[in-house]
């Protein structure tokens, strides 16, 4: 099959995860702790946060998981007693405080703009599945200037699943009705290696994450340093 569009994960593939996620991280815990430091400690360890180092553990639920996976684990630790803040309202609250702080930190790939302008050049369409809020997603391509290089943006509230489920990549395959073995999902994690190989794509992984290439090739067709390198391989898969 010729390979016609490509899916990108967002976080750790478009945009630098670390750089635009610890500090919003901060910001958010912060508002959430309501000024008490010890609630304020219980939610740093409940996200695996490194306040003083400002890291995020390659192990949180910030890295892999949705608003809803993130509230579960926050809920037990917020300063708002559980029979005010449903877990619904503590995803709405997360997902609000997220966009605002971190769209003010996104921090874009050097290569994300000269990697687009190539595959666009191969007459490929593109898309966006992320475990983020299709708000965040939208928000995050817009502050770096790229929400309009994309057909398809999907988050883990769109109506297509979460991955590493298969939803995203077919829905994106159906919008374009082509068949999943001419796309490619691409991100840095195994659930974005999974989500294409379950739906029929192709399945790349990239370094330019967390997961280490060791980690990504049990479930990737191809592992690669970052994006920069799609162009070289679409090249050579449609030859």
Do not use: W
Not at 111 to 129: H, I, M, R, S
């Amino acid at each position: 099959m010729t390979i016609k569009a490509i899916l990108f994960d967002k976080d750790g593939t478009l945009v630098d995860f670390d750089a635009t996620f610890a500090p919003a991280t901060a910001k958010v815990l912060d508002e959430l702790a309501g000024g008490d430091h010890d609630i304020r400690a219980r939610l740093d360890s409940a996200m695996g946060f490194d306040r003083m180092a400002c890291l995020i553990d390659p192990d949180s639920e910030l890295v892999d998981g949705s608003v809803e996976d993130i509230a579960v684990k926050l809920m037990p630790h917020v300063a708002i007693p559980a029979d005010i803040m449903s877990k619904d309202m503590l995803m709405r609250l997360v997902d609000e405080l997220y966009i605002r702080h971190s769209a003010i930190s996104v921090v874009p790939f050097d290569f994300l703009v000269p990697t687009l302008n190539a595959l666009d050049g191969l007459g490929l369409t593109l898309g966006v599945a992320t475990n983020d809020s299709q708000a965040g997603a939208h928000a995050h391509l817009s502050a770096v200037g790229v929400l309009h290089r994309f057909e398809f943006i999907a988050g883990y509230d769109s109506g297509h699943g979460a991955k590493p489920g298969p939803g995203m990549v077919e829905a994106f395959a159906a919008h374009l009705a082509i068949h999943p073995s001419e796309l490619i999902m691409v991100g840095d994690s195994e659930h974005d290696c999974r989500s294409g190989k379950s739906a029929g794509a192709l399945a790349v992984g990239v370094t330019s994450g967390s997961a280490l290439a060791s980690e990504l090739k049990t479930h990737a067709d191809y592992v690669l340093k970052d994006i920069s390198a799609l162009p070289e391989l679409v090249q050579s898969l449609n030859q």
